[in-house]
């Protein structure tokens, strides 16, 4: 039992050690990552299951659960399925993936248990940290690789109220920031937002579900430009639409290095 132990968290300081070595890189490069991360995209990576020592699984925020509307699961279902298709009688995954959410930043990659450890044990991620299902940000993205866009269907809880009615305006940068800054990190490794641009073009009523469009606008350098929409679910009425500029950031920066 204490020789099994011992094992555990030697394990988690070697793979501490490999995740603070690649923290000093640059950018993330396949060729530094263990062969289970590499055929994942970069947002997925971070969050891999593989390598779990444990035996219990972290909950995944972005399944349906029962607060979920039936405009929410319609939805959900729609993009679910355009990530596996059948060709000649065989399912292969499609040009969509859906991206789980955890709600925590570390804690779930390998090693991360040591990281967070290290840095704020009682961190949660800020859109994952209302435990009471549909009081807050239930979200679910769903990635197009080959189109390099994303489509977020989101539907918004009563504690994010604004304007009476409403959703507030900072819940919906919050969910803008956190879809464009997904995209980005799928496409370009870590970054941070460097600027966010913003037009509340009309209300979200709460309680509703929308759909957050973001797509690549372009790369130059370590900047990364992502064009943004939030839209009724049936498309038709512009809520809000927003740029966001990511730069490729050293992680040791967040170490202030
Ligand atoms: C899975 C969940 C995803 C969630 C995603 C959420 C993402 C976030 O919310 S991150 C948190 C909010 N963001 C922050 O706290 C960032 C704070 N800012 C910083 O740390 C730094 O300013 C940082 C990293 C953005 C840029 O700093 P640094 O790497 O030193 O870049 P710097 O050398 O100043 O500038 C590089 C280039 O970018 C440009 N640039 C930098 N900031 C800006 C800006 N705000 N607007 C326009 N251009 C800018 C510079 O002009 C420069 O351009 P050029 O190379 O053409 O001269």
Redesign the pocket.
């Given at each position: 039992m204490l020789r099994q132990g011992l094992y555990v968290v030697r394990g988690l300081y070697r793979d501490g050690l490999k995740l603070i070595r690649l923290a000093g890189q640059q950018s993330f490069n396949r060729a530094h990552l263990p062969a289970s991360y590499c055929h994942q995209p970069i947002?997925v990576r971070?969050l891999t299951m593989s390598s779990w020592p444990f035996s219990s699984k972290p909950r995944d925020y972005s399944l349906p659960n029962e607060s979920w509307s039936p405009e929410m699961q319609k939805l959900y279902d729609h993009y679910n399925a355009l990530c596996e298709v059948e060709e000649e009688g065989e399912k292969k995954r499609g040009a969509w993936w859906r991206l789980p959410?955890y709600n925590r930043?570390l804690k779930y990659a390998t090693g991360g248990r040591c990281l967070s450890k290290l840095l704020q044990a009682k961190a949660r991620?800020f859109?994952r940290n209302i435990e009471e299902p549909g009081a807050g940000f239930e979200y679910v993205v769903f990635l197009n690789k080959p189109e390099k866009s994303c489509v977020c269907v989101f539907q918004a809880g009563h504690l994010l109220e604004g304007p009476p009615g409403h959703v507030h305006g900072g819940a919906i940068a919050t969910m803008i920031?956190?879809?464009?800054?997904?995209l980005?990190?799928y496409l370009s490794g870590p970054?941070?937002?460097?600027?966010l641009n913003m037009n509340y073009r009309s209300p979200i009523p709460l309680g509703s579900v929308v759909l957050v469009h973001c797509a690549l606008e372009k790369v130059?350098?370590?900047?990364t430009f992502i064009s943004c929409r939030v839209t009724s679910s049936d498309r038709a009425k512009l809520h809000t639409d927003a740029t966001g500029?990511?730069?490729?950031?050293?992680v040791g920066?967040l170490f202030g290095a």
């Open positions: 947002g971070a959410s930043t991620l859109t920031d956190s879809v464009t800054g997904t980005a990190t970054v941070m937002t460097a600027n130059e350098g370590r900047k500029l990511f730069l490729t950031i050293n920066h």
